[in-house]
């Protein structure tokens, strides 16, 4: 980063030589000590890292269009992409149960990010919340399974678009659009052009405009309201209520396959976490905030459990497909015209959740370029559009490869585990943020019971997948999360706080809203299968390499330098302006 002096660029210092680079390698166990931990405060975020963007984003959203981009983002996926698989093979007709689950655990998860969005206004979400209260790492950990999440989840939804795109055209089979290629391996094989010219127009169109792109979203969701309101209508009306029971019960798999089909449901709610993201782009966040995001968190759970009965009393579960589940239902029925509206409209809400979902990603990105954890280039803001358009074009073409390629199958639990994490996470920060950095009491009390509550949430989940042990370790563990809660709360009453204002909406009833959340998601977790773990560690693996041998090193570079320059007098802070704006930084980023 270079700096202002006396209106003069100096250069700043670029890892170009490789000599250089491997120059600061050798300094990466210092760099790292330093760096791992470093946290911003929210006032920096607002300002100073906010500036490395170039130009803002323009705040043009409001409340509705927040329920409207929260309702969009997450109906497309949920019960067009997983009501299907999980009713066939893990829930039965009980997936409505399965949804209830995961309604539950994302509410509480949505009132962790609905404070932190009020707090910290920026478009970095998790990653922002992390950073400023568990430091850097912890923060580029969450905002790169965020990133994994959004595009391996928009690349799966791309498919199935394409699958339901087929039965509103009339075609019985949902790869009668996509082109076999002999030679790659089976999951593989199958490439989806209809899902990349769709994920391409998306990234044109996200380009252009942030408030175009939710005027557009607010249509197609009014209109997927309206649909949705058909099928539930219609499955229950003409269903037959013997199918919720026949051939093998409401739960042919027990109260484990419900359990296990509501960790993958999880993946029907990350659409509200795109709504956190449009903080800095929304007119009055401390009121619209709240609105956009439980809001649309309880009108979403309530449709997904209508959606999943219907479905279930249409077909009997083992005759549910996998594929374009509800079209294939209302044939079952003999509704072939109704097979085709409902391919129709299932595209058209996949549509609105894409783009809810691009809206999102492109903005973790731009944040997380602000950082200079990734390059730079990822965070300019186009001055006339006032969008990330640099973080929309990268990730659009990331995720039209995988979509060219990917079977839905091989990517559903991998997004859930990542995104359980990432919301496990944002929960700890909300109590290590109100008890222990927003007050004056010691972290020490605070740390000791995450670690306890989290240790206790996992010997419950243990428990639960071995039968030996759920006699005396369900109720000893669950004993104790909410007898921890319970005296953490006595022992730890919330005083005032030192940033917030008194009439800033909170999350009531803390901590055991948060509480709760971590039980739910290390729960949750617990059920996913061994796969799914492997392939996060890769994962984890992969991102911290690159972390340690770019990130650490780039923000060190900045962080640091700028650091310097500001005790040297080198960087100048203007007072804020009469209109009320937030100060800024007078500094340059090349």
């Not at 449709?303 to 589940?325: E, T």
Request: charged share 15%; net charge neutral; with cysteine.
């Amino acid at each position: 980063m270079a700096a202002i002096h006396n209106n003069q660029t100096i250069p700043p210092t670029n890892l170009c030589f490789l000599s250089d680079y491997f120059q600061a390698l050798s300094k990466t166990p210092e760099r790292l000590k330093k760096r791992v931990l470093a946290t911003w405060t929210p006032d920096q975020e607002l300002n100073q890292m906010r500036l490395r963007s170039g130009a803002d984003m323009k705040r043009k959203l409001t409340w509705y269009d927040l329920i409207a981009l929260g309702i969009g983002g997450m109906l497309g996926v949920g019960v067009f992409v997983t009501t299907g698989p999980v009713a066939k093979d893990k829930s039965g007709p009980a997936v409505l149960v399965s949804y209830i689950i995961a309604g539950i655990s994302a509410l509480f998860s949505s009132l962790c990010y609905t404070e932190f969005s009020i707090q910290i206004p920026v478009a970095g979400g998790a990653f922002s919340y992390l950073r400023v209260t568990f430091g850097e790492f912890v923060g580029y950990f969450a905002g790169a399974n965020i990133l994994m999440e959004y595009v391996l989840s928009n690349a799966a939804v791309a498919r199935s678009f394409t699958e339901y795109l087929c039965t509103a055209f009339g075609q019985e089979d949902p790869n009668a659009w996509r082109m076999e290629v002999d030679g790659l391996l089976k999951g593989y094989n199958m490439l989806d052009f209809p899902a990349v010219a769709l994920i391409v127009l998306l990234t044109v169109c996200l380009c252009r405009s942030t408030k175009e792109s939710s005027m557009l979203n607010i249509i197609m969701t009014i209109f997927h309201v309206v649909f949705f309101g058909f099928i539930i209508v219609s499955g229950i009306c003409y269903g037959n209520t013997e199918n919720l029971i026949q051939p093998e019960g409401l739960a042919p798999h027990g109260v484990k396959g419900i359990v296990d089909g509501a960790a993958i449901v999880y993946f029907s709610y990350i659409g509200y976490d795109s709504v956190s993201t449009m903080a800095e782009e929304i007119r009055n966040p401390s009121k619209s905030l709240p609105l956009g995001i439980v809001g649309s968190v309880l009108i979403v759970s309530l449709i997904y459990c209508l959606m999943a009965l219907s479905l279930c009393m249409m077909v009997p579960y083992n005759k549910i497909s996998s594929r374009a589940s509800f079209s294939v239902a209302f044939q079952n029925i003999g509704w072939k015209w109704a097979s085709n509206i409902v391919g129709a409209g299932a595209s058209l809400g996949i549509v609105a959740s894409l783009l809810v979902a691009m809206l999102g990603q492109a903005r973790y990105l731009c944040v997380i370029g602000r950082a200079r954890l990734v390059p730079s280039w990822f965070a300019k803001v186009h001055p006339k559009t006032g969008t990330p358009q640099n973080a929309t074009i990268f990730l659009g073409f990331c995720q039209a490869s995988i979509a060219l390629f990917t079977e839905l199958i091989i990517v559903l639990e991998m997004i859930s585990i990542g995104t359980l994490v990432v919301f496990y996470l944002v929960a700890n920060a909300l109590i290590y943020h109100r008890y222990a950095i927003n007050t004056n009491n010691s972290p020490t009390y605070t740390i000791v019971f995450l670690l306890i509550l989290s240790s206790a949430s996992i010997g419950f989940s243990i428990s639960w997948n071995f039968t030996h042990l759920q006699k005396w370790g369900l109720p000893l563990f669950g004993i104790c999360v909410i007898a921890t809660t319970a005296i953490f709360q006595y022992l730890m009453p919330f005083g005032g706080s030192r940033d917030t204002p008194d009439n800033e909406w909170k999350v009531p009833f803390m901590p055991w809203p948060a509480a709760l959340s971590i039980f739910l998601n290390v729960f949750l977790m617990g059920t996913l299968r061994k796969l799914s773990y492997m392939r996060f560690g890769v994962w984890t693996c992969l991102v911290t390499l690159v972390y340690m041998l770019y990130g650490v090193h780039s923000t060190y570079q900045a962080e640091e330098m700028e650091t310097r320059d500001y005790e040297s007098g080198g960087m100048r802070v203007h007072c804020p302006n009469l209109n009320g704006e937030q100060p800024k930084v007078d500094i340059q980023v090349l």
